[in-house]
């Protein structure tokens, strides 16, 4: 292979294989894994991207968690039997895939500390 002597290969090989960039990880240094995954305007490392997602999905259900709350709490809602109950088994859905995610995203964690 032919390396041209201007110093350009460097930079070659840091398109070709871009680090992760996520700021920091759990230990305080920086992630030395390459970035596959384009996430957010960032690229990242599939473990990171995975953790990333996962938040986002937390943060999602979450808030479904707490608008169906809401929804529960609604003095009309409560008149309506068959809709109240509707609305309580998306809210027990909703609250056990919060916690399958929210278990994700630990064992993920556990990875990257391990």
Excluded: W
């Amino acid at each position: 292979m032919l390396v041209p002597d201007d110093g350009k290969h460097n930079d070659l090989l840091t398109i070709a294989y871009p680090r992760c960039e996520v700021g920091e990880t759990l230990q305080g240094g920086y992630c030395e894994l390459s970035g596959k995954i384009g996430f957010k305007g960032v690229i990242l490392c599939e473990r990171h991207a995975e953790q990333l997602e996962t938040q986002d999905r937390i943060d999602l259900l979450e808030g479904i968690v707490s608008s169906l709350g809401l929804c529960l709490r609604s003095i009309p809602l409560r008149k309506h039997k068959d809709l109240s109950m509707l609305v309580q088994a998306q809210r027990a859905r909703a609250t056990r895939e919060l916690a399958y995610a929210r278990e994700d995203l630990r064992r993920a964690t556990d990875t990257e500390e391990g």
